[in-house]
């Protein structure tokens, strides 16, 4: 029995240092609850210890092992919870790098089936990068073709033996010609890490009010990806009016990309990186960008199906790729979720209806991971579900912060959308050159009043007193 007894102290110990440690490596408990758990805890560790030494009866060392047990049960289910969230923070993928991918296409037609079939021969090369033609050349020797505009690509496959260019135009070519994706097949992919040009860290965030990109890109899989950006969204976030708002900007927005003298639509700026997508909208909406949040269809997909669920509005019904919504409350999954974030072609409003329906999806989730009882029963889901499906350039410390000023005080927020609009028109794309594509023309009116909004959040006015 004196064996046991110090095999439980032992174990006893082992997990008070454990628990210790976690609480200590993880650093987003407030004061007031950190000092109290410490306090208990080192309290019940040195009343068990000094029970061990002076209490000399067996049946009261029985029920102070069985206490010891109870306190490492509960620090194993504890220590698991600090863990989870240590992890979720070690494994954030920081907005370090991004990746770009090249495509290596040819005509269905022809009899080219692998990379080496292009030795010596005449490759068209579209909106050229020099990294990447690079080590193309590494695997093959080619005759580089440069093409100037999409008709060359579309119309110019048997022209040139092979094209190589961004998988982003790629995709750009195939939502405009249906058939493209058909007539030619892809034989080599070539991927480039470069770094990325963005840095957060400008402002204390629990005292001070800040500007977040939502960057929702068209893809599944690796989040650093550069891709078209479909959702473009301001959280606007006032720590202490405890306001955020939400400001949409339709993905068709007629725009001039930054340090570029050329318009394009916005969601082409995800193409060249999240840093061209945030320093353009900073140039129209007249707004500093603080941080950056990258996601794409699993993040959204994730997060929701861990959260059980959410419940949006819809003000009519609509249906489309085999998903159906009610006008009223829905409750949706993970995958409905994204789908009622997705589908505008079938909405009265389209793109502006779609825009409506990111917002409510995002404040659903907000409403929901903001509640106590939700955050606690769905705690570990939530921090498993988040791991390497974003990437941002918030700083794990300013997000351990943002975490213990909200555990401190369980604030309830203010949360409200606007969007901008504009007109339906056709235009020339930087991204398209030799097409004319649908873009939406800003209105400017909207542009004014979002950057009266957010200008207001950020300076400490309450939603509604902005007019």
């Not at 579209?126 to 590494?138: C, Q």
């Not at 159906?324 to 793109?351: C, Q, T, W, Y």
């Not at 974003?390 to 410390?397: G, I, K, R, V, Y």
């Not at 912060?401 to 203010?414: A, D, E, V």
């Amino acid at each position: 029995m004196k064996i046991l007894y110090r095999l439980i102290y032992v174990l006893f110990l082992i997990s008070f240092l454990a628990l210790g440690t976690e609480i200590w490596i993880l650093g987003i408990l407030p004061d007031k609850y950190l000092f109290i758990l410490i306090g208990a805890i080192v309290f019940l560790f040195v009343l068990v210890s000094l029970g061990f030494k002076f209490i000399k009866k067996g049946v009261s060392k029985v029920f102070l092992s069985i206490f010891e047990i109870i306190f490492i049960i509960g620090s194993a289910s504890l220590i698991f919870y600090l863990h989870t969230t240590n992890s979720f923070f070690g494994n954030i993928n920081d907005l370090k790098e991004e990746t770009k991918t090249y495509y290596l296409i040819v005509s269905k037609s022809s009899d080219f089936k692998h990379i080496n079939d292009l030795n010596g021969k005449n490759i068209g090369v579209f909106m050229e990068n020099k990294d990447a033609v690079s080590k193309l050349e590494e695997e093959i020797n080619f005759e580089k073709v440069t093409l100037n505009n999409v008709v060359d690509i579309t119309d110019g496959m048997d022209k040139v033996d092979g094209v190589f260019l961004n998988s982003a135009y790629y995709d750009l070519i195939c939502d405009e010609n249906k058939d493209f994706s058909k007539r030619v097949r892809i034989i080599k992919k070539i991927t480039l890490k470069t770094e990325s040009l963005v840095s957060g860290g400008k402002t204390n965030i629990t005292k001070n009010s800040f500007n977040i990109l939502i960057s929702g890109i068209d893809v599944s899989g690796d989040i650093s990806t550069n891709s078209r950006s479909d959702v473009n969204i301001i959280m606007t976030v006032n720590p202490k009016t405890k306001e955020i708002l939400l400001t949409h900007i339709p993905r068709d927005y007629y725009v001039k990309l930054h340090g570029i003298n050329a318009k394009d639509k916005l969601t082409h700026a995800g193409i060249y990186g999240i840093s061209m997508s945030a320093l353009t909208i900073e140039d129209f909406l007249d707004i500093d960008i603080d941080y950056y949040f990258r996601v794409n269809f699993t993040t959204l997909i994730k997060v929701v199906d861990s959260i059980g669920g959410v419940d949006v509005y819809s003000p009519f019904d609509f249906s489309e790729y085999g998903y159906r919504f009610k006008k009223g409350i829905n409750h949706l999954n993970g995958k409905e979720a994204l789908m009622f974030s997705r589908i505008r072609h079938v909405l009265p409003g389209g793109d502006r209806d779609r825009g409506k329906h990111q917002e409510e999806v995002i404040a659903a989730i907000l409403n929901k991971i903001t509640n106590s009882e939700v955050l606690l029963k769905n705690y570990n889901q939530l921090m498993t579900s988040l791991s390497n499906i974003f990437q941002t350039n918030m700083s794990h410390n300013d997000m351990k912060q943002f975490i213990k000023f909200q555990l401190n005080g369980m604030p309830t927020w203010n949360i409200n959308s606007i969007s901008v609009d504009g007109n339906g028109s056709k235009g020339q794309c930087y991204s398209m050159p030799g097409r004319n594509l649908y873009v939406m023309i800003p209105d400017e009116k909207t542009v004014s009043m979002a950057h009266k909004y957010i200008s207001g959040i950020i300076n400490g006015q309450k939603y509604d007193e902005i007019n």
